[in-house]
Each structure stands twice: as C-alpha cells, then as structure tokens.
C-alpha cells in the first residue's frame, strides 16, 4: 500500500510560480510510472506529465515548456514545478502512481494509487 499526500497548491497571478510535491508513505520504485493529473470543474481529467520508467518524461502539449516533472527517489517525493501559470491551468492537481510494473500510460485510468489533490488557482 501507498498513501500519497500533495501539498504546494495556492493561490497565484497570472505569470506566477507553484511547486508541487508528492510525498509517498511508502518506497517509490524505480518501475513504478509517476504523474500528475488535473481537473477543473466540469472538465475531464487531464494528464499534465507523466515520468516513465527509466527516467524520461512527457508533458501535455499544454504546459509543455512551463512545467517540469521530477522525484527525489530518497524521499520519496515528486515533485511538479509549474511557471508563467495562466488561468487556463487553474484546476485541481493530483499524483498518481501506476505499480502494475506494466508499461507507463498517458491514461490517467491505469493509475492505481492517488493523493487528495491540491488546489491551484489563477488569477488573470
């Protein structure tokens, strides 16, 4: 079993900056795939970046260039460092972990461990 917990979300300008963490209650392994998601109101949820086994990345065509995904394997932490925010990006974040060990996915629905989530919110 893991338990996440995000924290980091706030309140911003338009421009502004957030870091988001994910600590992990327990070992994240290194064949787990890691993302964050996000849900506005109303809309579906939305992957933002996805860390895949082995260490390579990907990012939704919508943050790409402002967002930057990363983990601190001994802390069991990940992390989503979110710039030059927009009100576009206002929802609420989530992280996930996939522990199938199968290949990582785009598709929040194969994600089987995820946090509360933490608010973002953007001001124009």
């Known amino acids: 079993q893991v338990q996440l917990t995000e924290s980091g979300g706030g309140s911003v300008e338009s421009g502004g900056s957030l870091r988001l963490s994910c600590a992990a209650s327990?070992?994240?392994?290194?064949?787990?795939?890691l993302g964050w998601f996000r849900q506005a109101p109303g809309k579906e949820r939305e992957t933002i970046a996805i860390i895949y086994t082995g260490g390579s990345t990907l990012y939704a065509d919508s943050v790409k260039g402002r967002v930057t995904i990363s983990q601190d394997s001994a802390k069991s932490t990940l992390y989503l460092q979110m710039n030059s925010l927009e009100p576009g990006d206002a929802a609420m974040y989530y992280c996930?972990?996939?522990?199938?060990?199968?290949?990582?996915?785009?598709?929040?629905?194969?994600?089987?461990?995820w946090g509360q989530g933490t608010q973002v919110t953007v001001s124009s």
């Open positions: 996930a972990l996939d522990t199938s060990a199968g290949p990582c996915s785009e598709y929040h629905g194969y994600y089987n461990y």
């Open positions: 327990g070992r994240i392994w290194s064949s787990y795939c």
